[in-house]
């Protein structure tokens, strides 16, 4: 089945809103990864989901206080690429 899994990330204002179809499941680490690597669109606390089409729940969370993302993006701002 194509786009059952939905992945929706957004922040406390909704309006940096990540919206992700996948056909393959999502766990933890993978929702990490795209919250992460999305973490200077967003602002505030941010909420992240996996919704499963078929079984229509949300079948993993992921919840981001204020100060994590703060964090996160302050290092994220001084990071530098390093080409090998």
């Known amino acids: 089945m194509a786009e059952r899994f ?3 990330i957004y ?3 909704k309006q940096n809103d ?7 499941g999502v766990d933890k680490e ?3 990864e ?3 690597s999305n ?3 967003f602002s505030g606390k941010i909420n992240g989901y996996v919704y499963d089409a078929v079984k ?10 204020e100060t994590i993302v703060a ?11 390093v080409l090998i």
């Open 6 to 8: 939905r992945v929706e």
């Open 11 to 13: 922040d406390a204002n």
């Open 18 to 24: 990540l919206t992700i179809y996948s056909e393959q």
């Open 30 to 32: 993978y929702l990490t």
């Open 34 to 36: 795209l919250i992460f």
């Open 39 to 41: 973490i200077t669109r």
């Open 56 to 65: 229509k729940k949300k079948v993993t969370a992921m919840f981001l206080d």
């Open 71 to 81: 964090s996160a993006q302050k290092y994220a701002a001084s990071a530098t690429k």
